[in-house]
């Protein structure tokens, strides 16, 4: 018998490090994503298999099953040390997690490059979730931590507004009425940023004033809402000043794009992965000029 999961990668439009602290964010589902499949064999093993978007085996582990846990075959590394505490934890979630077979060939599929950032890790954490039956979000807060917004994203097929309210995940789905996505795009920064580094360096950092969250949010709403580029150009800036006052941090247009004539706006961890740009053919060529070859249309990157 086998079985297959998929779950969509994300981009984080609005709220990115203050969605840790309960502000409204934008996040939307990708094209790409991550695919798992389960084939039960009569082996006491786990062969664990992981291939990138060209189909390069990238990952593979043999993981023994023995005595209701799980070791690693051969020398430890730390991927193989994560992906048995992700098992081990979805096991404690739930006990019959495993016991339904002798052992499995496990397959793993990126659809995107793993230096993307759109989701590497939380596509695998949700896909495990859905395999062993158990909340994708309390596996992540027990493996990687964060807000949760991936996990919402990689289970919607929309946009979301995500929010955290006294430590749970609010998932509002809804359409993005746009009329200017063809003058949106985003560029890769040929540069991958370590999403569980950035939280944890946010997380020393004093706490944002109730204040600028309340702002964050309405930023957010008046996004989603909006029916034009220049007013959609605006509030991106204005959501990139609010984060550079969090994060006492130049904006990313001020740090390598002081020059560019339109908006820019970071997603996710600042410093790497995508960007936002507006613009057209112009302003794709502003950034191959600058050496950025990965420039993606807003929607052959956005599920629809």
């Given at each position: ?13 609005t ?18 994503g991550?695919?798992?499949i389960?084939e ?9 298999r ?33 992906l ?21 060939n496990?397959?793993?599929?990126l ?7 759109l989701?590497?890790?939380s596509?695998?954490?949700n ?17 990687f ?24 995940s609010?998932?509002?789905?809804l359409?993005?009425?746009?009329n200017?996505?063809?003058?949106l ?12 580094s ?15 969250i309340?702002k ?20 991106i ?9 969090i ?20 997603l996710?961890a ?13 302003e794709?060529n502003?950034f ?17």
């Amino acid at each position: 018998m086998t079985e297959e999961f998929y779950s969509n990668g994300k981009l984080l439009l609005t709220g990115e490090y203050a969605v840790l602290n309960g502000a409204k964010a934008l996040s939307i589902p990708t094209k790409y994503g991550q695919s798992l499949i389960v084939e039960k064999t009569n082996k006491p093993n786990i062969n664990w298999r992981s291939f990138d978007e060209k189909q390069n085996l990238w990952f593979e582990a043999i993981l023994i099953i023995e005595n209701n846990s799980l070791l690693f075959e051969g020398q430890e590394n730390p991927i193989s040390k994560k992906l048995i505490e992700i098992l081990e934890t979805a096991k404690k979630l739930n006990p019959n997690f495993l016991l339904d077979a002798i052992g499995y060939n496990i397959t793993t599929h990126l659809d995107f490059p793993r230096d993307w950032g759109l989701g590497t890790s939380s596509t695998l954490i949700n896909n495990i979730a859905n395999w062993a039956n158990v909340d994708a979000y309390q596996l992540l807060q027990l493996s990687f931590g964060g807000s949760g917004y991936d996990i919402a994203s990689a289970k919607n097929d929309s946009p979301i507004i995500y929010q955290l309210k006294n430590n749970t995940s609010i998932v509002e789905t809804l359409e993005l009425n746009w009329n200017f996505t063809d003058q949106l795009f985003f560029v890769y920064l040929n540069k991958k940023q370590n999403s569980h580094s950035a939280i944890n360096s946010y997380q020393k950092k004093e706490k944002p004033s109730e204040e600028i969250i309340k702002k964050i949010s309405s930023i957010t709403s008046k996004l989603i809402d909006c029916d034009s580029l220049s007013e959609f150009e605006s509030l991106i800036k204005k959501h990139e000043s609010c984060i550079s006052e969090i994060l006492q941090q130049k904006t990313i247009k001020e740090l390598l794009f002081n020059d560019f004539t339109r908006a820019i706006k970071s997603l996710g961890a600042w410093g790497g992965d995508f960007i936002l740009a507006t613009g057209n053919d112009l302003e794709m060529n502003y950034f191959r000029n600058k050496g950025y070859s990965t420039i993606i249309p807003f929607n052959e990157m956005i599920f629809s």
